[in-house]
């Protein structure tokens, strides 16, 4: 079993800028690639970022240029710095691992306005 604790959404004026953190604990040795998905409402949940073990990332269109994941591997974390931020990123944020299994944080809101 995985766990997984989001922190750092919250509420900020377009143009501005949060820092998402996910900490994993438990079985982290079987976590491959981890991820950020996000689900405004009446929406279907997206992908956001991914980064594998080794550090090769991937970006949605709508975040390229302005959102950036990283991960400390020796903490079991992962990281989403969005900045440039615009109302449509409004949504909740949730951490994913891959892996042996995929496991799915709680979520943290997201709200950005104009």
């Known amino acids: 079993q995985v766990q997984l604790v989001e922190s750092g959404g919250g509420l900020v004026q377009a143009g501005g800028s949060l820092k998402l953190s996910c900490a994993a604990s438990?079985?982290?040795?079987?976590?491959?690639?981890m991820g950020w998905y996000r689900q405004a409402p009446g929406k279907q949940r997206e992908l956001v970022a991914i980064i594998s073990s080794g550090g090769s990332t991937n970006y949605a269109d709508s975040v390229k240029g302005r959102f950036t994941i990283s991960r400390d591997n020796a903490k079991n974390t992962v990281y989403l710095q969005m900045n440039s931020l615009k109302p449509e990123d409004t949504a909740v944020y949730y951490c994913?691992?891959?892996?042996?299994?995929?496991?799915w944080g709680q979520g943290t809101q997201v709200t950005v306005s104009s």
């Open positions: 994913r691992t891959y892996g042996s299994n995929s496991y």
């Open positions: 438990g079985s982290t040795f079987s976590i491959n690639a």
